[in-house]
């Protein structure tokens, strides 16, 4: 198996507008064949899909969600580019899973951005205090503290946690997908989830 490099993730993501992720699978499904990798991408629509990313999308949905016994409901806003494909069977599925999501995920923001800073850095002082509690040396609790912010961001951020019907893929993957399955532009706007309780 091919040693697949940094650099070489980098030189296919600039061919394909495709996410590191997704170039680093690529390159390893093909052991390391930059044309086949750039053939695997394209056959999974990803190259396409991360190139439409940066189109307007002033279209859309709102969909509302409310769980059985209503002590729980979801709001989402999903953009798309025109309003041809915000009334098609597809584009609703994805809004109405994305709700759904939300309801049973309960994420934090859409995007790493939305995370309020502070709580960030208060959980960063968190995982440095319990790395030193546990006497690791000081030259790894950094690193330490970085791996578990990158849990935390998987757990919280929308577009990086587990689907929830198909933990095999993140809600970003499942995004890229309905892009390249509908030929536009689609971005998760915002969201906002209501429990009975909750303040």
Do not use: W
């Amino acid at each position: 198996m091919a040693n697949i490099t940094a650099a070489m993730v980098k030189e296919l993501r600039e061919k394909t507008g495709a996410g590191m992720m997704d170039c680093k699978k690529a390159l390893q499904e093909v052991d390391g064949d930059m044309e086949k990798a750039i053939d695997f991408l394209r056959k999974k629509g990803i190259a396409k899909a991360e190139k439409k990313a940066s189109r307007e999308a002033k279209d859309g949905l709102v969909e509302a969600y409310i769980h059985a016994g209503g002590k729980l409901g979801v709001i989402v806003e999903v953009n798309c580019e025109t309003d041809f494909v915000a009334k098609t069977d597809d584009f609703k599925e994805f809004v109405r899973n994305l709700a759904m999501h939300v309801a049973a995920s309960n994420p934090q923001g859409v995007n790493r951005d939305d995370i309020d800073a502070e709580l960030v850095a208060k959980e960063v002082e968190i995982y440095k205090d319990q790395a030193k509690d546990s006497g690791k040396p000081e030259h790894i609790i950094e690193k330490i503290a970085e791996g578990k912010l990158e849990k935390f961001y998987s757990e919280n951020v929308l577009l990086e946690q587990a689907y929830i019907r198909d933990p095999d893929k993140s809600i970003k993957d499942y995004l890229t997908e309905t892009i390249a399955k509908l030929g536009e532009n689609i971005a998760i706007q915002r969201f906002a989830r209501f429990r009975i309780g909750d303040e």
